[in-house]
DNA sequence: AATGAATGAGCCTTCATTCAT
DNA sequence: TATGAATGAAGGCTCATTCAT
């Protein structure tokens, strides 16, 4: 493949990114990408053949994306308090909570819902787990300096990443109120460090 | 509608269910339950027109069932201790986060990110706040006799129902092991009672 | 077949005549006959098979209807004038041509267009012939008095009968205003009769 | 649409033509379309969605087919005599009464009875009135040169227009014999013209 | 006579996929 | 590479008609 074939490929991916975060998964046709992309039926086809694949790039860019910022935080890690960086890592998962439009979470969990069981270990997975890995450093750092006040680091992190998860999909499923995200955050938070309110 | 259309729609509910629970909700064709319920097209919509309508009447019957269990809970709340009822109630969140198979959950979910925001208000929030009622209806009693040892049994509930549902979700999406389940469900415990492993 | 059933399957084809007039003829289903009457599916079967052989039917009663409204007017021929008879016959053609909603004609042509040539000519010509034998018949009478000044009534006759045929279609098709038809009917008149307008 | 796209759809208004004359307006199936056409199902798709919006292009087409008829007809009128394009025009007339099959007549009676009222007026009143001033033109003409004998020849033509189109819908629905055809338009002409037989 | 649940043929429509250009 | 017309399988839905009760 030619750079001029990955540029084209990258195209696609950029475009039915949009595509999958506003329709979800299940309901976006091999139509719907050629148009947002403004291409053939037949010149999509020789890129990806099915929606599936094509939401497989879709998800490693994001993935990559998201390897970023953690390295991003990563580096950040000594010179920032923990506390500062907890506080930006829930900033963000609750900006992630709440945003229910035009995010990819539907379609990545209708995606997992339809999927062989070992492309899910693969691509899926991957991105649960750089959060809470990402969340347990902050922890296990926190816990050094003094600044928080927990036994297990690592089960903490496991026990946030889960609740968090599951405020996620009840945005997603049945509604949650900023307020209700904020209480529940807070509460995690007091477990193992001072707040302020 | 007389007595044998009640039953027999009752007897489509039963096999709609089973379809609903092996194919979640979006792959699930009116062919599928007419295959299932071993009757023909127009027949099937004698009774319902759209996997929609079906599959509301199957959730009904799904929350009679949970109703039935938490009635049955609530009656036994001064015949048991609390640590007794919530290691039931645990039980049954746990049976309930490994059952993969033939789960109506994935169906459930499915459903949540496609239908109507009202219906999911009526249908499908109730399941969540009646299980999340009921473990804090055990948590209060815990409080209340001296067992747990927890500031706000309320707060507690929440957070305990999502990181109940973010595992359900995860053994859904990227499977989830039964000791990882233990090993949370443990620490959740910890919390606020002294556990005996 | 009982005097019972005689008077059910009057009261069948009175009711399908509602319908009809209010659907035409293809629009209607068994279904819709059913409803109407309010009887069982399988009821309605005892009597007619289809909806054509109940139109069938629907046309016959009203074949009598008219056929008596005839008789009327042919013994009235020698208590009125010709010109009072004409008069009245153009008025109830006029209401014919402008009643669009509730009227039998729809279906009558749809079921026209449709049906084996020798049941047109049984039970549809007669109804047209009719209503062409009694204008002449008022025509020659008129002309014997003195009253109308036509050199062949008979093919006068049929002349108007087309051209209210003609505005009968063109109403349910595109449409006439009151005026036009007032303005033709007139026009037909004054070929040979005085009118004060 | 490209060119190769635009003689596909005439194909099938074509094929079309042929199978609305046929079977009428009510009775063509998207499947008769298809067959007719030796086209696959989703093909014709691609050009129409609907038995309606297939018809009405074929309606279209018919129209433009009618005005290159007037046209033609209008540029005779000043090297022709009245009464030969009279005769004409009523042979013209005769010929699409008595052509009972292949025709597309009930078919257009059929659609004006449960087309939407606004889309008659456009497509469906024009047909009637374009031969009604193009006979209204040839009796003006007439007039003016004496060859005819009528007071106003704006409401003659409305009473022709009428009684043909009543002719029209008789020959459909009960049937009418050449010799009843040619005895009605012998006696329109008489009113005004002297007719050697 | 009467009921109405049940059947299945037949039409409608969409969409992944192919292929000649 | 790229196009987009064409295909046909698959699912949705309706309705005339039957039949056990």
């Given at each position: 493949?030619?750079?001029?074939?990955?540029?084209?490929?990258?195209?696609?991916?950029?475009?039915?990114?949009?595509?999958?975060?506003?329709?979800?998964?299940?309901?976006?046709?091999?139509?719907?990408?050629?148009?947002?992309?403004?291409?053939?039926?037949?010149?999509?086809?020789?890129?990806?053949?099915?929606?599936?694949s094509l939401f497989l790039d879709v998800l490693k860019a994001q993935d990559?994306?998201?390897?970023?910022?953690?390295?991003?935080?990563?580096?950040?890690?000594?010179?920032?308090?923990?506390?500062?960086?907890?506080?930006?890592?829930?900033?963000?998962?609750?900006?992630?909570?709440?945003?229910?439009?035009?995010?990819?979470?539907?379609?990545?969990?209708?995606?997992?819902?339809?999927?062989?069981?070992?492309?899910?270990?693969?691509?899926?997975?991957?991105?649960?787990?750089?959060?809470?890995?990402?969340?347990?450093?902050?922890?296990?750092?926190?816990?050094?300096?003094?600044?928080?006040?927990?036994?297990?680091?690592?089960?903490?992190?496991?026990?946030m990443m889960y609740a968090i998860e599951g405020m996620k999909i009840c945005a997603r499923t049945m509604g949650i109120s900023e307020k209700k995200?904020?209480?529940?955050?807070?509460?995690?938070?007091?477990?193992?460090?001072?707040?302020?309110?």
């Amino acid at each position: 493949m030619g750079e001029k074939a990955i540029s084209k490929k990258q195209y696609i991916i950029d475009k039915a990114t949009e595509v999958f975060a506003a329709k979800g998964f299940r309901d976006v046709t091999m139509k719907d990408i050629v148009e947002a992309c403004e291409i053939s039926r037949g010149g999509l086809y020789l890129y990806y053949d099915s929606t599936e694949s094509l939401f497989l790039d879709v998800l490693k860019a994001q993935d990559e994306i998201a390897a970023d910022r953690s390295k991003n935080l990563i580096e950040r890690l000594h010179v920032a308090s923990s506390t500062e960086l907890l506080l930006w890592f829930l900033k963000e998962q609750k900006k992630e909570i709440l945003k229910r439009q035009n995010s990819l979470s539907v379609a990545v969990y209708e995606y997992a819902f339809v999927c062989r069981q070992d492309i899910k270990k693969n691509s899926f997975k991957e991105n649960f787990d750089t959060a809470g890995k990402v969340l347990e450093m902050i922890l296990n750092r926190g816990y050094e300096t003094g600044e928080f006040e927990c036994e297990d680091p690592s089960e903490l992190a496991a026990n946030m990443m889960y609740a968090i998860e599951g405020m996620k999909i009840c945005a997603r499923t049945m509604g949650i109120s900023e307020k209700k995200v904020d209480k529940e955050l807070l509460y995690m938070m007091k477990q193992f460090v001072e707040v302020e309110e």
